[in-house]
């Protein structure tokens, strides 16, 4: 049985060094290529994994916003208040986000008719009585948002100003505003965000600002 020396394995693997070495230009621009090609692909795979994590499973592809109140009420006449009611809308998302459609709805809490008050204490069916999650307070009037061309970058916010005008015996209101989701609203189905506002004009603050509602 023919025996290996050490000699020989050395000999051996200079042969194949010498070989790597003496690789002609065709070969070692096949083995670039080769390596390009599995690095190309290796992107690929790696690109589409954190396009899921981030866009499809955290939702990154969806807009966020958060809707603000911003509200100030000033005398105008012995029977009359001038109600001006700020909408603010923000981007907290990190996508661009197109504004839909949207409105701003003024309520009157107080005074409160009995009709109103019988309506949030109780309402009777056949089998049960229940109290209603929200109040449903007349209503003093509703603004829509200008149509026209808007959206936000991620970062930013947009002010939209409405003035209602009341009487002077109006003393505390319910705002309530609602805006699209247009990039999740599909036919009948519709989804936005939605904020609302208690204000009191009894009091001497004439300045308030809500707490924001954030919606996804």
Known sequence: MARVTHSDQEDKLAATVLEVRW???E???LVFELAENAIMALAIVVG????????????????????EHIVQHRCLTDSHTLLRIEMRVSNTGKVLMPLAQGFVRAHTI?????????SLVCRKDETECYNPPEGVWPLIGQANIPEGPHELEPGESENFPFDFVIGREVQCICIYSYLSNRKKSKGKHEIGWST??????ATNNTNEESHPRRKE
């Open 27 to 29: 070969q070692w621009a």
């Open 196 to 201: 609302s506002t208690i204000h009191d004009l």
């Open 23 to 25: 690789l002609t230009l």
């Open 110 to 118: 107080l005074p409160c008719d009995n009709q109103t008050l019988e």
């Open 48 to 67: 589409g994994i954190w396009t899921y994590l981030l866009f499809i499973k955290h939702r990154e592809r969806y807009p966020r916003a958060t809707i």
